[in-house]
């Protein structure tokens, strides 16, 4: 068994978790939100090992209602990384409006750096030329579907990539991602119709045992590999700083070996 806490790079949880049921879990989790109305309570979080995001999900139309560049900014500074934002096809918010807000998130992001889950539903090609348009360190792309094109371009284009149990039981980008951009997610609770063992957020062994054939590692280099990408992607966006204490401890553990 790893002596590494699991890693859960994607996962919705209500910003009122009692933090006792967040130690419960035994992993690191990136806890994302969906609307403005969830920033000041992420923010305030101080949980050992859970992260929390800003973020102004493309399917949520209140959440374009209420979003504000001005407000993101100036919270921006306290918060460890952002999410979930991005774009989606199948969204009832007209895309326009959807790329407004995504380039003003990623402009705001290439100033001040940080982890980013984005969201690509039906977007992957709307995605990438954002990105292009205004190339952001720190760039994760959540439950990625593009195609091999595409995810070459995502690769150069310097992303990464959080994968979850849905990526193993129907792989469809797991053999072009390099090793090196890869983390682990559950995207809970949505990815339970696909995974079975994803009953709560942290629980990614689908994704690592799919990782671990893939790369023809054990479960333990499997989940150090991750640990290794995370520490390059915090690094990368000199973000590690504004890590929870839990996940700060166990990159030095990493760098130390022990």
Not at 18 to 31: G, I, K, M, P
Not at 64 to 72: A, G, L, N, S
Not at 191 to 207: E, H, L, N
Request: a neutral charge.
């Amino acid at each position: 068994m790893s002596v590494l806490p699991p890693i859960d790079a994607h996962a919705h949880i209500d910003t009122a978790i009692d933090e006792r049921d967040l130690r419960a879990l035994r992993a690191v989790v990136f806890a994302v939100t969906r609307e403005p109305a969830e920033w000041d309570a992420a923010v305030a979080r101080r949980d050992r090992h859970c992260a929390w995001g800003l973020g102004c999900h493309p399917g949520v139309p209140r959440a374009f209602e209420t979003f504000d560049i001005h407000r993101f900014k100036q919270l921006l500074g306290r918060a460890p990384l952002v999410g979930e934002v991005g774009l989606d096809g199948r969204s009832k918010v007209p895309m326009d409006r959807q790329r407004r807000v995504f380039a003003a998130v990623l402009r705001e992001l290439a100033e001040e750096p940080r982890p980013v889950t984005i969201h690509s539903v039906g977007a992957s090609a709307e995605v990438l030329e954002e990105l292009r348009e205004c190339p952001v360190t720190g760039a994760v792309l959540h439950w990625w579907r593009g195609s091999p094109k595409q995810t070459r371009e995502a690769v150069e284009l310097g992303c990464f990539f959080s994968l979850n149990g849905a990526e193993a039981a129907r792989p469809k980008v797991l053999a072009d991602v390099p090793r090196e951009r890869v983390l682990t997610e559950t995207d809970f609770p949505h990815t339970q119709r696909q995974d079975d063992a994803a009953r709560r957020p942290g629980i990614v062994s689908t994704i690592e045992r799919g990782l671990g054939a893939q790369w023809h590692l054990e479960p333990e280099a499997v989940r150090w590999q991750v640990w290794s990408n995370l520490r390059t992607l915090l690094a990368d966006t000199n973000a590690a700083r504004l890590m929870p204490r839990g996940v700060q401890t166990t990159l030095l553990a990493l760098r130390s070996g022990h």
